[in-house]
């Protein structure tokens, strides 16, 4: 069973910077699609960003483009999200999604498996 922890989530001030970390155990990360996604109460689970399995190709919302970063090490089982210029609409409940067969895609329904989420909280 594929398990994915989130870490990293924090408050800050608006402008400020936050690095969350997820790491994988139980499956073959190295060949997941790897996303992000972000929810508040009352609102659907809305997607950050994704990254392919070598890296090498990444996709933002428009919201956070220019301003976060999603990297991932294949040799540590684990994806980041460096999150830049952090503004107040930034907070939400922050979680990791893996996408098993490697699929290129921003809806949740097609990711796999979760993590438990890290908050992010940005004051403004």
């Known amino acids: 069973q594929v398990q994915l922890v989130e870490s990293g989530g924090g408050s800050v001030q608006a402008g400020g910077s936050l690095r969350l970390s997820c790491a994988a155990s139980?499956?073959?990360?190295?060949?997941?699609?790897m996303g992000w996604f972000r929810q508040t109460p009352g609102k659907e689970r809305e997607f950050v960003a994704y990254?392919?399995?070598?890296?090498?190709?990444?996709y933002y919302t428009d919201s956070v483009k220019d301003r976060f970063t999603i990297s991932r090490d294949n040799a540590k089982n684990t994806v980041y999200l460096q999150m830049n210029i952090l503004k107040p609409e930034d907070t939400a409940l922050y979680y990791c999604?893996?996408?098993?067969?490697?699929?290129?895609?921003?809806?949740?329904?097609?990711?796999?498996?979760w993590g438990q989420g890290t908050q992010v909280t940005v004051s403004s």
């Open positions: 999604a893996a996408n098993k067969v490697g699929y290129y895609t921003r809806l949740p329904r097609n990711y796999d498996y």
């Open positions: 139980g499956g073959t990360f190295s060949t997941y699609t």
């Open positions: 990254i392919t399995w070598n890296g090498a190709s990444t």
